[in-house]
């Protein structure tokens, strides 16, 4: 009995409270629609449901919203329309309906009027903080032409601007009157671009030198995007009154702080919500005093060569990406390789020692080679000496010559050969040995640019969020939740926000200018570079599971170290141009040695020709006869005993250089030890950096979000909401890092291996990791079975 009387008692008090909770319809007039405004309407509906809460139930019924296509004659319709119907509320929208909700002198239902209405045009008194007109108020906005324009003329020193505006509301503007003054104190002219599809606009640039959306609100996201690069295309810069979201898609400027919707929004909501509660409309406050805030898209001034003034930095906030939009080649990491192994200078140089080095082979071969010579000359004698010569020396002769050398054997010959040979091998080892580094360095300046880039986007977050806490702190000491000292402290780390963010730009300038020097472009060239991701693109084939796996089992771990540092002694061109250089070594202490006494062969043939005989002493003598060609062949061994002990000399430097090269052996294969397991311990880092850099930046940024929301009610102070953004900008740059850290050690590890997975096949890959596996069986096995005489 008691527990039915219970249950009677609820639901009584539940329908008293039934009864007692009004419901109130709402209905819209707007002047256009579009599905963007169609989730704005919607978000303004959950905003003033959610504000009102439990003291009334909202309604917004289908039926009631009216649309009049910039047509007057429809809005005076729908607005008696919705005088005549059961709505309670009319929140009314638009130039054109503010021409009729405005113009009435008595309002027969409460009604909202927002939206038409700023500091510059409007037809109701501004100077006003209350409409004090019965069921009526109105909204204004502080956004304002003249200071959209003015910051516009700051940025880019326009002449001739064209302004937007809806070619539907041209006519109930007094636009002469409202942009006239403006300009003319601007020192510039201007054009009143009227439109109603977006390629009105765009055939309508030829002639300006800036644009000013006025108008525009309605347009869709796509057709933003298209007038954007038109914009660009035209090399045009241009400013929104429609805010950060226009910004995004690709218009360069506004003056609109991102959050100005949402506070109009809140505004609305708050408005209905002192009415339901018994506030009349006319004594609600008119005025929305946002705060003023410069927003510039970051690529869109780039792409069309406004240049930023770091003046303007601590005041601006920018969206964008910090890609080089007037990039000519944007490469991805096989090009740059690619392009560094074809016309990188140090390379080249490189390249050349090689051809030199096959030059002196060339030269040291030609000892085998024929000597061949051949002379002329021609002879004048004293008459009186020619005479008495007996014909032996006529007073003029001329004659010549032909020699001819052949080195048959020489040890010295065949020595150099052999050194010069070792040489060029040595050479091309060391060439490799550049296009390894090289390829490295390429990459190194590669990912150097990528994690510039990202520094420099998370520096520009870091700023965003100081700038988003000095807004925090400003209110809760404004409603003395806070101390001055507060606002001081964010206003000061907002500057060096600001010198962190220039600081972070002119890095990755830096870094595009290294990577043109190693690309060999002008350094002035302009670049950009593809985003990196693990297990995709260049390193879709890149066994990450299989390397975690392997590294993160100190069991598979120790094999898979000692089988790399096997590999890497096998592939290293340092010691194959090591292992040259001793052989070319040896051959020298040979030669020095007891080899020296060898004899050097030689074949020697000489052809002589007398052409001419004249004057005195030119006849032979009686019975005598003048022999005009002859010639000689002969064959020489020559044996060195002594040279000023240039042999003894010579060895004990080659013995020197041999054991030179022994101690540089030994010390090149302690350094690739040495590389391979710091490299494997430095992967082991970076693959635990990528798990857990996740989990930190996640909770770092819920961990930020609640300090801001305590800090905004006075339950925190103000060093634990820097902490906390200072944790959650360092965890963002770790998990932003993290990918890039670990492929760029693995690569690292790579050329201490003296082998890139990923510029190689697929086939020869899995031929590594077959020899590998193969290893580890033959390591595994020796293990189980005991060792055999």
Do not use: C, W
């Not at 700051?154 to 505006?165: A, E, H, S």
């Not at 001081?488 to 300038?509: C, D, G, P, W």
């Not at 391979?676 to 930190?696: D, P, W, Y």
């Not at 201490?752 to 899995?766: I, K, M, T």
């Amino acid at each position: 009995m008691i527990r039915h009387m219970i249950l009677l008692l609820v639901m009584i008090s539940t329908s008293f409270s039934s009864l007692a909770k009004n419901t109130y319809d709402i209905g819209f007039m707007v002047d256009n629609r579009s599905s963007e405004t169609d989730v704005l309407l919607q978000k303004l509906q959950n905003e003033i449901t959610a504000v009102v809460g439990e003291d009334a139930n909202i309604r917004f019924p289908a039926d009631q919203m009216y649309v009049n296509n910039y047509q007057l004659s429809q809005a005076q319709q729908h607005y008696q329309q919705l005088l005549d119907s059961p709505v309670d509320i009319i929140i009314a929208f638009g130039v054109i309906t503010n021409e009729v909700v405005s113009k009435q002198t008595v309002h027969r239902k409460p009604t909202i009027l927002f939206g038409a209405i700023n500091q510059d045009y409007n037809d109701l008194d501004i100077t006003q903080k209350t409409s004090g007109i019965k069921n009526f108020t109105y909204l204004i906005e502080s956004e304002s032409f003249k200071e959209d324009l003015s910051k516009l003329k700051q940025l880019t020193d326009f002449k001739n601007i064209g302004i937007v505006v809806d070619a539907g509301i041209v006519q109930f503007l007094h636009l002469k009157d409202t942009f006239g003054p403006v300009l003319n104190d601007l020192n510039s002219d201007y054009q009143i671009i009227a439109y109603q599809q977006v390629n009105d606009i765009v055939d309508q640039l030829v002639g300006i030198d800036a644009l000013y959306l006025a108008g525009g609100f309605f347009l869709k996201q796509d057709e933003v995007q298209l007038l954007a690069n038109a914009l660009v295309e035209h090399k045009i810069p241009s400013f929104t009154i429609n805010g950060v979201e226009q910004v995004k898609l690709g218009i360069m400027a506004s003056h609109q702080a991102a959050g100005d919707i949402d506070q109009f929004f809140r505004r609305i909501a708050l408005t209905v919500d002192d009415y339901v509660s018994g506030t009349p409309l006319s004594q609600m406050p008119v005025f929305i005093d946002y705060t003023s805030q410069l927003t510039i898209n970051y690529n869109t001034a780039e792409a069309i060569g406004v240049p930023i003034k770091y003046s303007l930095l601590a005041d601006t906030d920018f969206v964008g990406e910090f890609h080089n939009v007037l990039s000519e080649s944007n490469y991805n990491l096989i090009q740059v390789i690619e392009q560094v192994l074809d016309k990188n200078l140090s390379l080249e140089a490189a390249r050349i020692n090689v051809d030199l080095a096959a030059q002196n082979l060339v030269t040291s071969r030609n000892n085998y080679k024929p000597n061949i010579s051949t002379s002329l000359s021609g002879t004048y004698i004293d008459q009186d000496l020619a005479a008495i010569s007996n014909g032996s020396n006529p007073e003029y002769s001329s004659a010549g010559n032909l020699t001819i050398s052949q080195t048959l054997y020489s040890n010295a010959a065949n020595a150099n050969i052999s050194i010069q040979k070792s040489l060029l091998q040595a050479q091309q080892e060391q060439f490799n040995t550049e296009e390894l580094d090289s390829i490295f360095a390429a990459i190194n300046a590669y990912f150097n640019v990528l994690i510039l880039k990202t520094n420099a986007q998370i520096q520009l977050l870091n700023l965003r969020l100081t700038k988003d806490n000095l807004k925090l702190a400003q209110q809760s000491f404004e409603i003395g939740q806070s101390g001055k000292s507060d606002t001081l402290r964010f206003q000061s780390a907002k500057a060096q926000n600001t010198q962190a963010m220039v600081e972070a730009s002119n890095q990755l300038e830096q870094a595009y200018i290294q990577l043109n020097q190693l690309l060999n472009n002008p350094i002035d060239f302009e670049i950009d570079i593809k985003d990196v991701q693990l297990d995709q693109g260049v390193f879709e084939n890149y066994n990450y599971n299989l390397l975690t796996e392997l590294l993160d089992d100190p069991a598979l771990r120790n094999p898979f170290i000692e089988f790399v540092i096997m590999k890497a002694k096998q592939n290293a061109p340092e010691l194959k141009a090591l292992a040259h250089n001793l052989a070319a070594a040896e051959a020298e202490i040979t030669l020095n040695g007891k080899r020296r006494f060898l004899p050097t062969v030689a074949l020697q043939g000489q052809y002589n020709k007398t052409f001419d005989r004249s004057g005195a002493g030119s006849e032979p003598p009686i019975g005598g006869s003048f022999l005009n060609d002859n010639y000689t062949v002969g064959l020489s061994v020559s044996v060195p005993l002594f040279s000023r002990n240039q042999f003894n000399t010579d060895l004990q430097a080659a013995i020197l250089r041999r054991d030179q090269l022994d101690v540089n052996i030994i010390n090149t294969e302690q350094s690739i030890d040495v590389n391979i397991r710091t490299g494997v311990l430095r992967l082991v880092n970076e693959m635990s950096n990528i798990q857990l850099s996740e989990v930190s930046e996640q909770t770092a940024k819920e961990s930020l979000d609640l300090t801001m929301t305590s800090y905004t009610n006075g339950a925190v102070n103000i060093v634990q909401l820097i902490d906390a953004q200072n944790n959650y900008i360092n965890a963002q740059l770790a998990k932003a890092n993290a990918i890039y850290n670990f492929l760029l050690n693995a690569l690292q590890l790579e050329r201490s291996l003296g082998y890139f997975f990923f510029l190689n096949s697929q086939a020869e890959n899995e031929a590594f990791k077959a020899e590998f596996f193969q290893y580890l069986n033959r390591d595994a096995t020796q293990l189980r079975e005991p060792n055999r005489p």
